[in-house]
């Protein structure tokens, strides 16, 4: 019986068949914007464009490992005001030095990943009540810290990182790029993203698979912190600044990338692909709204609909995915 | 007198599994009708067909006229409540609201009537004896008080069919006996009630008729006055087909395993001990303590005291990977939702618990793994188009060997817990985790099977524990071992 059902249908197949519709849906968007304004199509135009959708998507390759192993962070968004202030004062009055700070800096992250990740394991709390406590603590201690001014930065060079570009690259597309390799070696090649799936797949069956379920958790917490700081060093290069009320709404801006790009959820299902696409998606859309001169207003409109058909459209994909399951078992 | 429900010749097939073969069955009003039968005999799925929850094929005859039941509600609507052994009730709610749940009466204005609900349900509760606050919340009440709630939920539906699973599972001796004056009471009143049990003494004393069902096949009715304790036992029993279970005589070693004292909320002063190339059946009656026991050995659930030791050294509790390191494997019951990662592939899920060890700094040395899965996959004999395969998709035995194969690959493994090793699995694939269980302990691996099926105990086990409540009510060796004798000790 089960020799057969494979050759009728392949999971692998329904995957592919997703991205290629967000594939198409960005090639759509890609062409009729190219056709609609000319600017689009431009290299400073492009550049930029990937520029805004590399710092959403370094955070976002974070916030995917998060959801696949079933949690959220909702304090990514006002980490990028914390770490970016860090980062911009350890350069001012600390180190001085660009890389140690930097180090620091995503250390920084990952201790914030650390603090979430302990009280959702440890204290049981449920990871969107947890982070929407650390994000409304981390919110409030960058404005005591600051007192609520911006940091001009004074270490000459800094913004290097956010602005210069090598062979015409933007240096935040190449650090981008750099990480999607690694996140995909993580998770497709290692003993941890291969944990993360099961993890978020079924944390019963992991735990009673011998996996230390809360260690993994912490540490994908803690990359996610790490990464998110290095998204906040990025934009804080770009201001030549720390701005304590940076990233706000950045969040969700992230989540709605990683959901877009198909990740479940309720964990254990998504690829790094989708991600990427879905990041793009996002980034084109808002690009092509200002180059259309649609109000800002009509752009979070507009974002708001495409995350709800993309979820609609996964939904019904799933629904169709278990029918075929069930007729191919009877 | 005519029956209120009859059904003709129903057949119930699942993937893989012949549920109910060929049942014809009747319920006559006034009469308290037992069925009888082992887990997984099909008195459930018999159940759930009564209720309209399963479609079947066959017939099936409310007072006399065929029905075709799409929707539970239908069969409420009919006069059939179940009364089910997880009680659908929600704690949350008042007494009355949880009776007239789905019909509530409502005023001119559209609102709620409170009055009128307050005084149906005093009405309600007063015919089953029930004498509370009807505005009380259901969390707040005792189990059998909440299962009182039920019955008289089914008597403000003017039910004709009262369908008890379990219903003294979770009861105390005084409760049992209120529940059977209350019994009595429904069936003065001409309610047909199905009360399904394996407690022996409880259908002598309350039922007028016994039906037995073994197997998916029905065994016999008869007037419960003409039935004994052994007679039913051997006819729920039935005879062991010997060649279903392949065992050759076993040879022992040192002590694996040892248990000392081990206790924690479900458990309590558990020591036991399983040698080198032994089975050791744990036996006992549904929510005897069997896989809290192995979930506690294996470090999932807590352990509040004892010591659990392999090969001489304590392993930490509660740190399942801590006991996979020192050697301890465990497949559970719930293989849906502790077994399986249904999303992930056949490959994913044998290399689950083994990738840390052919990995070298976290790279899997996926080509080196995928020879060792192989391996398996070829000796097991798992029936998958491919190792690509979403384990979701094999049928319920192929899954109990992807799982199996998850610790088999592991070279270290001393001690394998396997918990209802052949529930949900057809008797051709039964037989084949029999003969695969056996090779194991003759290659030296101390095994632990928990299961609820006598003649798998009886037929693999070396040595055999039974349980009861939570402790350890009697040791047998396989000699002594008798179908009476477990069932004597788990039940009494």
Known sequence: MPETEGKHYQIKNIFHTEQLSLVIALAVMCISLSILTPVFLTTTNLGNLLKQASIVGIAALGACLIV????????????????????????????????????????????????N????????????????????????????????????????????????????????????????????YLLNFTVLGRNIYAVGGNANAARLSGLNVNKIKIIVFMIGGGLGALTAVISASRLNSGQPTAGTGFELLVISAVILGGVSMTGGRGTLFGVILGVLILSVLSNGLVLLNVSSFFQEIARGLVIIIAVFMDEKRKQSMNKKLLQSKS | MDSIIEVKNIHKRFPGVYALRDISFDLLPGEVHALMGENGAGKSTLIKILAGVYDFEGEYLFEGKKVDFKKPI?????????????????????????????????????????????????????????????????????????QLVEIAKAVSCNARVIIMDEPTSALSPKEIDN????????????????????????????????????????????????????????????????????????????NVLEVDDLQNDKLKNISFYVRKGEIVGFSGLMGAGRTELAKAIFGFDDRKKGTVKI???????????????????????????????????????????????????????????????????????????????????????NQQKVVLGRWLIKENIKV??????????????????????????HEGMAIIIMSSELPEILSMCDRIYVMKEGRISGEFLREEATQEKLLEKSII
């Open chain 2, 179 to 254: 529940l059977f004056v209350i019994i009595q009471k429904l069936k003065n009143k001409g309610v047909g009630i199905l009360y399904v049990s394996h407690k022996l003494d409880e259908i002598i004393s309350i039922s007028d008729r016994v039906t037995v069902f073994r197997d998916g096949q029905k065994i016999g009715t008869d007037l419960t006055k003409n039935m004994s304790i052994d007679r039913l036992i051997s006819m729920m029993v039935g005879r062991v087909v010997e060649d279903m279970y392949p065992k050759n005589p076993p040879v022992f070693g040192d």
């Open chain 2, 74 to 146: 239908e069969a409420i609507e009919k006069g059939i409540s179940v009364i089910y052994q997880e009680l659908n009730l929600c704690l949350n709610l008042s007494i009355e609201e949880n009776i007239y749940f789905n019909r509530l009466p409502i005023n001119k204005r559209g609102a709620v009537d409170w009055k009128t609900l307050h005084i149906k349900t005093r009405e309600v509760l007063q015919e089953v004896g029930f004498d509370v606050d009807p505005k009380i919340k259901v969390g707040q009440l005792s189990t059998a008080q909440q």
């Open chain 2, 311 to 397: 090969e001489g050294k304590i392993i930490k509790p509660h740190a399942t990977w801590e006991a996979k390191s020192r050697g301890i494997g465990y497949v559970p019951e719930d293989r849906k939702n502790e077994g399986i990662f249904g999303l992930l592939s056949v490959n994913k899920n044998i290399t689950i618990a083994c990738e840390s060890e052919n990995a070298f700094w976290g790279h899997i040395f996926r080509k080196k793994l995928n020879s060792k899965v192989e391996k398996i996959v070829n000796s097991l004999q798992v029936k998958t188009p491919s190792l690509d395969q979403l384990v979701e998709k094999l049928s319920g035995g």
């Open chain 1, 68 to 115: 696949l192993i079933a949690e959220i962070d909702l304090s990514v968004g006002t980490l990028q005001a914390a770490a970016g202030c860090f980062m911009v004062y350890m350069l001012n009055n600390v180190t001085k030095n660009f890389f140690i700070s930097l180090i620091l800096t995503i250390i920084f992250g990952g201790l914030i990943g650390l603090l």
């Open chain 1, 117 to 184: 990740a302990t009280i959702v394991t440890k204290g049981k709390i449920n990871s969107f009540i947890t982070t929407l406590g650390t994000m409304a603590i981390i919110k409030g201690s960058t404005f005591v810290m600051t007192k609520a001014e911006s940091i001009q930065n004074n270490y000459v060079g800094f913004d290097y990182l956010g602005t210069g570009s090598i062979f015409g690259i933007p240096v935040p597309v190449i650090i981008f790029a750099v990480l999607c390799v690694c996140v995909y």
């Open chain 2, 416 to 441: 394998l817990i396997i918990d209802e090793p052949t529930r949900g699995i057809d008797v051709g694939a039964k037989t084949e985790i029999y003969t695969i269980l056996d090779k194991l302990a």
